[in-house]
Every structure is written in C-alpha cells, then in structure tokens.
C-alpha cells in the first residue's frame, strides 16, 4: 500500500490531489466524494472563505469556482498543507452511494443520460439503439461498473478508495454520512469554525435512498451481477467497516 501521494503512480495522484480541497484560513484539507454531501461542504467552505454569504443561500452549486483544489499547488506547498493541515473525508456505504448516483443522474440529468445513458444501453440492451438514455435500468448500469476500468470512472461512481486514496494521506478523522450532522458538527467545531457557520439542513426535494429501496433494488438484481461488483469495491466495504449486502434468497423473500 502507499504510504505518501508521492508514491502513487501520476493518474491516482492526479485524482486525490484534485479531490482534495484547500482551507488556508482554517489550515484544513477535505476530500471530497460525490453522493456524500459534498455540496454541503463546498457550500461550508466557500462560506469560511468569504465567498459565500450563508450556507442557507439558494444558489445552484458551481462545483468549480471559488474553491481551492490540492493539485493547483506546487509539489512543496502540497507537502506542506498534507503533512500540517487537518484531513477530514466523509464516506458512505457503497452500495447506497451507487444507487444515489444511479437514480439521481440517469433520473434526473440530461448531460448524464446523453454522455453515459446511451452509451450504456447501447451496449447492454438488445436493440437498445433508440434509448435517449433516460430508460437505463440497474442492472445495465452495474454491468457497464463491472466493465469500467475503475481508473476512468466518472467520479460520481469510481470507489472512494481510488477518489481520496486513504492509505497513502493520512486523515485525521473519517466522518460518515450515516452519522452526518453529529459528525459534521464535531469537524466544524475541530477547526475552530465560527459558531455562525453550521451544516446545512437537507434540502426539502432531496428523496435520501432508504434501507428498503436499496433492499428492493438489489432484491430485483442478478445476484452474480452484484456478487462480481462487491469485489470492484471491496476496499470502500472493508476500510470503512460497512457490511456487504444481505442478498439471500431467504432475506430478499421479506
């Protein structure tokens, strides 16, 4: 395993140090991991930069101006922030990111359902050649996941592991999005945050994946076709202490 970002080969460094966004005023580094509330993060620390009024304000989110991204920097100020600053990253249960990533881009965003969806259904989906992309089902995506080399996968679906690299940078704290507020509050407080700046309530359209959608989704999903993906991301099951999947035939009956 890794033990620096210097010793990973340049494509994952590449992705961990974009990932990685910079609080100088704070001395924080986070890396962020889409489906896992990093929007609100973003919000938070356009905030603490003076760049943002309030969380609270309803903006659509530009996932690009105003932050500043780790990989921006000079090899000497990286080192520098990596081995000074406090490293925080949020994760998630994987199978549950995935179904969020799933309903929420080919549910919901064109761009997403032009770039990918045709694409996907073409190649899975006999005499898929008419989709507009917005009809893929779950188990074509999971099979495109198997096919995908996890080094080109779009961000919103490539394992934490690959996105944030935690063997090779040493995070202070890992928070969970299953304990969000608690543990959103707890890094707030850890880098000395002002006490006008708290995480942001869930949005009111926001539909969160619940225990039994999951259960439905995966239930209705060829058993080898997820067996063959818990291998893709093992590292996000076992580093992060989330159980794999109950899929018996037994368990799917209730």
């Given amino acids: 395993m890794p033990r620096s970002v210097w010793e990973l080969p340049a494509g994952q460094r590449r992705t961990v140090l974009r990932h990685l966004l910079v609080s100088d005023k704070h001395r924080f580094l986070y890396c962020y991991v889409p489906k896992v509330a990093c929007s609100n993060w973003k919000r938070i620390l356009k905030v603490l930069d003076g760049a943002l009024e309030s969380v609270d304000v309803?903006?659509?989110m530009d996932h690009k101006s105003d932050l500043v991204?780790?990989?921006d920097m000079k090899p000497e100020e990286i080192s520098y922030r990596l081995k000074n600053y406090y490293k925080f990253i949020f994760v998630r249960n994987p199978m549950e990111r995935l179904l969020s990533a799933y309903r929420n881009k080919f549910g919901e965003i064109k761009e997403y359902q032009q770039r990918y969806g045709v694409e996907i259904v073409r190649r899975y989906r006999k005499n898929g050649g008419n989709s507009a992309g917005d009809d893929v089902t779950f188990s074509e995506f999971l099979r495109y996941l198997l096919d995908e080399e996890v080094e080109?996968?779009?961000?919103?679906w490539m394992p934490i592991y690959n996105?944030?690299?935690p063997c090779a940078v040493r995070y202070d704290f890992i928070g969970s999005y299953e304990r969000l507020n608690a543990d959103a509050n707890y890094v707030l407080e850890r880098?000395?945050?002002?006490?006008?700046?708290?995480?942001?309530?869930?949005?009111p359209?926001?539909?969160?994946?619940?225990?039994?959608?999951?259960?439905?989704?995966?239930?209705?999903t060829q058993r080898r076709l997820i067996?063959?993906?818990l291998l893709k991301y093992i590292l996000d099951f076992s580093l992060f202490a989330y159980p794999l999947p109950n899929i018996t035939s037994e368990f799917c009956r209730q």
Avoid: D, I
């Fill in 58 to 60: 309803k903006l659509k």
């Fill in 69 to 71: 991204f780790l990989g």
């Fill in 152 to 156: 080109r996968m779009n961000e919103h």
């Fill in 163 to 165: 996105l944030c690299q």
């Fill in 191 to 203: 880098v000395r945050s002002p006490p006008f700046v708290r995480f942001p309530a869930r949005q």
């Fill in 205 to 220: 359209w926001y539909h969160p994946v619940t225990a039994e959608t999951l259960h439905y989704y995966l239930c209705n």
């Fill in 227 to 229: 067996k063959e993906l």
